[in-house]
């Protein structure tokens, strides 16, 4: 690596040597040979493992219930946003740190509550069923789960930028006489757009990726509630299908790079408005 | 600002917009109420239904008290690797200049877009029988996949970038004059890191370190995938859990009552730290 080490400081060998090292042996080496993997089955091979009806459902249910959650994330992510950092009310401290929950639960106990709460005997299950709906072991159950894990990533990469922004703006549209639907829709949401897209991509990959949260719930049937990444563990556990679950893995991983791709490039976007306002 | 407050109420019924906060703010309390209280709530309840002795004797079952002592052990080798981890790309990253930085950020952040399972899997590729260095490892009688280190890989893969992310920013922002000050006076690259940079970026170290700390504890999915999940040997905490909820729903929730009281603790001591030291460094969590 050729350093043009600015800095007089010492360490940047020993500091840097050693984070390649890390990455290397526990990121690089194992991505590299997860697309070996996935390219030694040739676009043939890959559609095979790909193309069957099991996978083709697991992904359109991963991928649809994952944009769906996101996007519902981004509505009640902005209101809670919104609500914590405008207003003053009781306990606004405790629910504050309470969003950060779904960061810290750890996802198969997430997972069991959420199924407890739902099941047709739960606490809401129960009070549910009577009205025709079904959460528990239905794609509800997992987009429930999605939306669960997916919300405080709109929140928190929200709040920082509600709470540096002036309110200077609005008052100016409110002394032009716009009502306030129109101070929303015309001024606050354009200058929270690219902050919201990017909560909205974190809270996407989060969901399309997420396991311990979603599978309890899902209940996992055949064509109707199998997400994509319980298929690969099904692949491994069960069948010892490495070469099936490096084709689905790839295809997971690919939407992973493209929407950092796509976060990197809404964080320029974000900086040119910042320069903006 | 009194004029503008003079305005608001001028030109608009101050009733409307005092309805308007109202509504607002019992929606978004509505809100986490259900997807957040609710579930934390039904935790503890499920775990008490049975009453305490049930509860006890639950968490006090041999397996358990493996998998208790596994998910400490792991936590205890990949927190601390994470931390050393942290520190060094938050020093290469924020202090110096060089080719490829850009990239080197890119691939810190990258195993949090990464599914726990595509993680898991990644390593069975390298580490496993049939992987990369599977054949080199058996010849030296080293077994990963299905057995400590493999846990301990996967859960330092998932929680890699938690305390880098927090000290970068912190340490970018702060910038390294004072570090530099101290190298003029003569103090050596580990005085400097000692007794310079370590105290300036503490507090949000420990944050890091206790973020890291609570997934390290809860990862399911990367490491269900690389243990094999064996019962009492291979059985970390929440994959107790896993396996408890297929028999006896009421032991898996005294079991992953240990888990929240963890994450409940981690979240107060983080809005404490916040609260009390959150001056001293501005990046966002």
Not at chain 1, 64 to 74: F, K, R
Not at chain 2, 41 to 47: G, Q, R, Y
Not at chain 2, 52 to 78: K, N, Q, S
């Amino acid at each position: 690596m050729t350093a043009m080490a600015r800095s007089v400081l010492p360490g940047f060998r020993l500091s840097t040597g050693y984070t390649l090292l890390v990455l290397g042996s526990c990121v690089l080496l194992p991505l590299a040979a997860l697309l070996w993997t996935a390219c030694e089955l040739g676009p043939e091979g890959w559609w095979a493992q790909i193309g069957t009806r099991r996978v083709l459902a697991s992904l359109r249910l991963s991928f649809g219930a994952a944009l769906l959650a996101a996007t519902i994330d981004a509505v009640l992510g902005l209101l809670v946003a919104w609500v914590l950092v405008r207003y003053r009310f009781a306990l606004r401290r405790q629910f504050d740190a309470l969003v950060d929950l779904p960061f810290a639960l750890p996802t198969a106990v997430a997972g069991i509550s959420l199924t407890a709460l739902y099941a047709p005997n739960g606490w809401l299950g129960s009070r549910l069923l009577p009205l025709g709906i079904e959460v528990a072991y239905t794609r509800v159950g997992v987009l429930l789960a999605m939306v669960f894990v997916g919300l405080p990533f709109v929140v928190r990469t929200l709040q920082p930028v509600l709470e540096s922004m002036e309110s200077d703006l609005e008052e100016a549209a409110y002394t032009l006489g716009a009502t306030s639907f129109q101070r929303f829709f015309r001024v606050l949401l354009p200058l929270l757009l690219p902050t919201l897209l990017t909560g909205y991509a974190l809270a996407l990959a989060r969901a399309i990726g997420e396991y311990g949260s979603v599978i309890f719930i899902a209940g996992n049937r055949l064509f109707r509630t199998e997400i994509a990444p319980y298929l690969i563990v099904q692949k491994i556990d069960s069948q010892y299908d490495y070469r099936g679950a490096a084709a689905l893995g790839a295809v997971m991983l690919a939407s992973s790079l493209l929407l950092l791709v796509a976060m990197a490039w809404l964080q320029r976007w974000t900086r040119r408005w910042a320069v903006v306002r | 600002m009194a004029a503008v407050a003079a305005v608001v109420s001028i030109g608009q019924p101050a009733r409307t917009t005092h309805v308007a906060r109202v509504v607002l703010v019992l929606g978004a309390l509505v809100v986490l109420g259900w997807l957040m209280v609710l579930p934390l709530l039904a935790i503890f309840a499920e775990a008490l239904q049975h009453g305490l002795a049930f509860y006890l004797h639950a968490i006090r079952e041999p397996d358990t008290l493996g998998a208790v002592r596994l998910t400490l052990t792991v936590a205890a080798i990949a927190v601390p690797l994470n931390m050393v981890f942290g520190l060094a790309a938050a020093w290469s990253m924020a202090y110096f200049e060089f080719r490829g930085k850009a990239w080197l950020g890119a691939l810190i952040d990258l195993p949090f877009s990464i599914s726990p399972v595509v993680c898991g899997m990644m390593l069975i590729l390298v580490y496993g029988k049939n992987g990369w260095l599977g054949s080199w490892l058996e010849a030296h009688g080293l077994q990963v996949i299905f057995a400590l280190p493999g846990l301990v890989l996967a859960t330092v893969l998932v929680t890699l970038p938690y305390v880098a992310r927090e000290l970068i920013p912190l340490m970018q922002a702060q910038g390294s004059d004072q570090e530099e000050a101290a190298l003029t006076l003569g103090a050596s690259g580990w005085q400097i890191f000692f007794r310079v940079t370590l105290p300036r970026v503490r507090w949000a170290l420990l944050q890091g370190v206790l973020l890291c700390n609570a997934r390290a504890m809860g990862e399911f999915g990367a490491v269900y995938v690389v243990s094999g999940h064996l019962r009492g040997i291979t059985n970390t905490l929440p994959l107790q859990v896993d396996q408890l909820s297929q028999e006896n729903f009421s032991a898996a929730f005294a079991v992953a009552s240990l888990l929240a009281l963890l994450t409940v603790f981690t979240l107060a001591i983080k809005r404490l730290v916040k609260w009390r030291h959150g001056g001293e460094w501005n990046a966002n969590d």
